[in-house]
């Protein structure tokens, strides 16, 4: 695939997009559109979509600030594109739609506890005992943000795979 002008716009739009999804929804801790954007983007773009990720990363450093929390997200953001990339396309529709939703919710659960922990560990200087307490500490925010993953996946990822798909019709 070849990027196109539309396509790097698209890319840009979607960038502007996971940054607006997670300041907007901050009153909703560790609820955010983030993760849905990432699967339709690395869905539709695949390689590209690490592009908007970065994008997002280094946006949220500057209006969060960057600080040694910051820099695991990176690798935290780019494991949901790994395990996008992973689904084989030669699954039907239904089912690849179905594992994209369940992989965002799986993410969500994993991401801030689980995947977070060896750098939460290393910045800190936790041991193994501190560790495994951070991520048991941490468990209401992943189902919560478990949750949130669930219930906005199964609402937009389907929906606006189509819709960024249809844009290639259009413009042809």
């Known amino acids: 695939m070849k990027l196109k002008l539309k396509d790097i716009v698209l890319l840009?739009?979607?960038a502007a997009l996971m940054c607006v999804?997670?300041?907007a929804m901050e009153w909703l801790p560790n609820v955010h559109f983030v993760g849905v954007f990432i699967v339709v983007t690395t869905v539709v773009y695949r390689k590209y979509a690490l592009?908007?990720?970065f994008v997002y990363w280094i946006v949220s450093g500057f209006v969060e600030g960057i600080s040694l929390?910051?820099?695991p997200k990176i690798y935290i953001w780019s494991l949901l594109w790994v395990g996008i990339m992973l689904i084989p396309k030669s699954l039907s529709e239904k089912v690849k739609n179905v594992l994209y939703v369940a992989v965002c919710?799986?993410?969500g659960f994993l991401s801030f506890g689980v995947l977070y922990?060896?750098?939460q560990a290393l910045i800190t200087g936790l041991d193994f005992k501190g560790t495994i307490a951070w991520i048991i500490a941490g468990l209401p925010f992943d189902v919560t943000q478990c949750i949130g993953n669930l219930v906005?996946?199964?609402l937009v990822i389907y929906p606006m795979i189509k819709i960024l798909k249809r844009t290639?019709?259009?413009t042809k």
Do not use: E, N, Q
């Open 12 to 14: 840009a739009l979607l």
């Open 21 to 23: 999804g997670d300041f």
């Open 51 to 53: 592009l908007p990720i």
């Open 69 to 71: 929390w910051w820099i």
């Open 105 to 107: 919710t799986l993410h």
């Open 117 to 119: 922990a060896p750098a």
């Open 152 to 154: 906005l996946g199964s």
């Open 168 to 170: 290639d019709k259009y």
